[in-house]
């Protein structure tokens, strides 16, 4: 089992910045991507970005390019987002997941554990 949670969401007005961390506990060798999602009210969860755990290799949604930076910190096992030049379509619950495979990093479907979730409003 690996638990998830979120923190940091909050308000911030258009082109602001926010982070957001994710703290693993648990059997968290077990996951090979942590990956964020986000889902907006009527829309269907989307991915944002993911990382993997043993390599250094970043993925991310073409809309959030450039613009959201994904970390972590090993020694806390903690995953961050970076979040730049936010616009109101950036609003949404923003959750964190661990994929225990080795493929599928942006289909939630194959994420096998989440945390609660996080909001995170823009305001124009």
């Known amino acids: 089992q690996v638990q998830l949670v979120e923190s940091g969401g909050g308000l911030v007005q258009a082109g602001g910045s926010l982070k957001i961390s994710c703290a693993a506990s648990?059997?968290?060798?077990?996951?090979?991507?942590m990956g964020w999602f986000r889902q907006a009210p009527g829309k269907e969860r989307e991915f944002v970005a993911a990382m993997s755990w043993i390599i250094s290799s970043t993925y991310y949604a073409d809309s959030v390019k450039g613009r959201f930076t994904i970390s972590r910190d090993n020694a806390k096992n903690t995953v961050y987002l970076q979040m730049n030049s936010l616009s109101p379509e950036d609003t949404a619950v923003y959750y964190c997941?661990?994929?225990?495979?080795?493929?599928?990093?942006?289909?939630?479907?194959?994420?096998?554990?989440w945390g609660q979730g996080t909001q995170v409003t823009v305001s124009s």
């Open positions: 648990g059997r968290t060798f077990s996951s090979y991507f």
């Open positions: 997941a661990a994929n225990t495979r080795s493929f599928g990093l942006r289909r939630p479907d194959l994420y096998d554990y």
